[in-house]
């Protein structure tokens, strides 16, 4: 690894200027912070984002949340979802699992939250403390000898020593500093879209409840302040174009959908008076390297597991604890701190991005064989034993987080002077 001194004078704090305030950029923003690096941020929406679908929360993301002191606060703004039923055309029970016995396996350690709330809870934590640029984009990202000079469409360039893409499966700094989307992103073949409704006439307090047809999985669960949420995943046609605008994306649904089946009709029709409609391809992103001289990135820019892994957001946030750890570790060496952030993490999210594979056939199987298959397996990891004997590898996070307590080159950086620590 080339050893780059950051700055010439030792005593400049190290500035950062990180793109997207999703679930990455906020998580590292707070640990940079707390390290005495100067953070600012800049976000394509013009407000922090509350939108977004009820994503589950465990693993190292929980771990993560617990060392932010954040934990309670999630589990309060979270759900408990007991049960995970799927219904037959006129919604009679045909299976599904009681979530018991994942509890269980994980010890507790697990609960739904939407993703808007999440990303709240994170983006209050640094709100104040970071520099905040709304409804702006980097434009261009150019790497000098001793900074970067950085871009945006509306607000003028500015310098930073590092930048770092947290803008998600799109990213816009990826695109800059590493390449066309297309070279990294690997398409599954199948499509999510999530939206919210007020009184929605039908709720069972805190079960996910699904129909399943082949290629096409649907599913509601019932929230706070009486909201539903609604979740589709579809398998896409082949050569298809992606819908280009949210009414394109809500007639796809409705073709893709179209079913006197369960209650499809009325979900259906709810969609046409959603505002926040989410909707995108399943994709994964492989990037080669997650750095690229001064630029990095992190969470879905770099290593997008999908919503089939289930932890994407975890993941986002371990990714951002680990990168937040060695920039801080190494203040002045940003080359080795990407280098090890790279060396610790990947073998962790490649392994998570292939189990993550595997799993589509489990929402949206392809055949009425395959539909039955995953009705009867799913029954079966009602039963701890055979969720652990099964999943158990796959569900529990084998990643030990750095300790930022035990960081000799921080702490005697910071008694040397050399790194300011606001937050000591
Ligand atoms: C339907 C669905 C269900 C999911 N379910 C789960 C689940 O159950 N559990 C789970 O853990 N994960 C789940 N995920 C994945 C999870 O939401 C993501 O992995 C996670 O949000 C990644 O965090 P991030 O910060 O990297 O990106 P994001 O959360 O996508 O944040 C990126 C941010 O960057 C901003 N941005 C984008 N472009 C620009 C730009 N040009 N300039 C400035 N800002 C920009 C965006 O507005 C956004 O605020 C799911 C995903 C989907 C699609």
């Given at each position: 690894v080339r050893v780059v001194p950051?700055?010439?004078?030792?005593?400049r704090r190290l500035r950062v200027l990180i793109s997207g305030i999703g679930i990455a950029g906020p998580t590292l923003a707070w640990w940079l912070m707390r390290a005495g690096i100067a953070v600012t941020m800049v976000e394509?929406?013009?407000?922090?984002r509350a939108d977004g679908y009820m994503i589950d929360f465990w693993g190292v993301g929980y771990d993560v949340a617990e060392r932010m002191d954040l934990i309670d606060e999630l589990r309060n703004r979270g759900y408990f979802i007991d049960e995970v039923r799927f219904v037959n055309a006129r919604g009679e029970k045909i299976g599904g699992l009681e979530l018991e016995s994942l509890r269980t396996v994980l010890n507790g350690r697990f609960f739904s939250i939407l993703r808007g709330d999440l990303a709240r809870a994170l983006y209050d934590r640094i709100a104040g403390n970071a520099e905040l640029i709304f409804g702006d984009t980097v434009t261009s990202i150019e790497e000098r000898a001793s900074d970067v000079l950085v871009e945006f469409e509306r607000n003028r360039s500015r310098t930073f020593d590092l930048v770092i893409g947290?803008?998600?499966?799109?990213?816009r700094v990826r695109e800059l500093a590493?390449?066309?989307q297309e070279e990294f992103e690997t398409k599954l073949g199948y499509y999510a879209a999530s939206f919210f409704a007020h009184r929605y006439p039908y709720r069972d307090e805190r079960a996910y409840v699904s129909y399943t047809s082949p290629r096409r999985h649907v599913a509601r669960y019932a929230l706070r302040d009486d909201r539903a949420a609604f979740l589709f995943v579809c398998v896409a046609p082949r050569e298809a174009a992606d819908p280009p605008d949210v009414r394109a994306q809500k007639d796809f649904l409705r073709r893709m959908f179209?079913?006197?089946?369960?209650e499809i009709d009325r979900i259906t029709t709810a969609l046409y008076s959603a505002e926040d409609l989410y909707f995108d391809r399943v994709s994964q992103i492989f990037t080669?390297?997650?750095?690229n001289g001064r630029v990095a990135l992190v969470g879905d820019a770099c290593?997008?597991?999908?919503?089939?892994?289930?932890q994407g957001a975890a993941f986002a946030m371990a990714g951002a604890y680990v990168l937040a750890h060695e920039l801080s570790a190494t203040p002045e060496h940003y080359a080795a701190a990407f280098h090890s952030y790279e060396e610790r993490f990947r073998p962790f999210v490649d392994r998570k991005q292939l189990a993550a594979r595997r799993i589509g056939s489990w929402f949206a199987p392809r055949s009425k064989l395959g539909l039955a298959w995953r009705n009867g397996v799913s029954a079966l990891l009602s039963i701890p034993f055979v969720m652990r004997q099964t999943l158990g590898s796959a569900l529990l996070d084998r990643f030990e987080l750095p300790d930022f307590e035990r960081m000799p080159a921080l702490n005697s950086a910071i008694q040397q002077g050399r790194v300011t620590n606001e937050y000591r």
């Open positions: 950051i700055s010439r004078s030792r005593r394509r929406a013009p407000a922090p947290a803008d998600g499966l799109h990213s590493f390449g066309p179209s079913s006197n089946a369960w080669p390297r997650w750095s290593f997008c597991p999908s919503l089939l892994a289930g």
